[in-house]
């Protein structure tokens, strides 16, 4: 049974400083990664795909990197604003069974 | 295409009642997925259409749960008899079914209060 594990489970930097999140999951057969925000009290956006076959992807100030062979991604978010202050999920895919982690709740403080 | 609808974004009913959410997926999507999220935790999987199909269901979905996607677009699911431990967000989720390679789209999420 895959199992998804998010470090740290919350996390507070002050604006401007550059941050990692960290996501593992134990069964390298996925298909896809997705790295999800999620608001307080709202649904979840979409942030990033990674296909099994790819490294990393970008989009403006995040980017994202995958190595399936570990079992890890990391959501990497530059420059960070207080803007980016949500809940930040990491879900994998295999067949049409997404598992996500518990999530990171970051604060960017201004 | 707006994305994914969901209604309503709040519910509250007493113990015991019937509640009804409803999901519209994005239109060119042929798979569609419910999810329930508790605090703190992540999305869990309940069960999943391709077109009007019900074809997986989670063990978490007890027989107090029902799910319906009638030809194959909108979904509704509903919880009978509630109990207090059914107050969650409900999500619902589209996406391509041709090929694995598609990631999820997600509504806003019903969120549920058993009182």
């Known amino acids: 049974k895959q199992e998804v594990t998010q470090i740290p489970a919350a996390l507070s930097v002050p604006e401007g400083e550059n941050l990692v999140l960290n996501c593992s999951f134990t069964d390298s057969a996925i298909y896809n990664l997705q790295w999800f925000r999620q608001d307080p009290g709202k649904g979840l956006t979409s942030l990033l795909l990674?296909?099994?076959?790819?490294r990393e992807q970008t989009s403006g100030r995040l980017n994202a990197s995958l190595d399936k062979s570990s079992g890890r991604s990391t959501l990497y978010i530059a420059a960070s604003q207080p803007g980016d202050s949500a809940t930040y999920l990491c879900a994998v895919r295999r067949d049409n069974d997404m598992r996500f982690g518990a999530g990171t709740r970051l604060t960017v403080k201004p | 295409d707006t994305g994914v609808s969901q209604n309503p974004r709040h519910k509250i009913t007493k113990r015991g009642q019937n509640v009804t959410f409803r999901c519209d997926p994005i239109s060119e999507h042929n798979r569609l997925y419910w999810y329930r999220q508790t605090l703190g935790q992540g999305p869990e999987f309940l069960t999943y259409f391709q077109n009007e199909a019900q074809l997986e269901k989670s063990r978490l979905l007890s027989d107090r749960f029902s799910a319906e996607r009638p030809k194959g677009s909108f979904s509704t699911l509903e919880i009978q008899r509630t109990e207090q431990g059914d107050s969650a967000m409900y999500l619902c989720?589209?996406?391509f079914g041709a090929g694995q390679t598609y990631g999820y789209t997600f509504g806003s999420g019903t969120r549920l209060t058993v009182v």
């Open positions: 990674i296909q099994s076959s790819q």
């Open positions: 989720a589209s996406s």
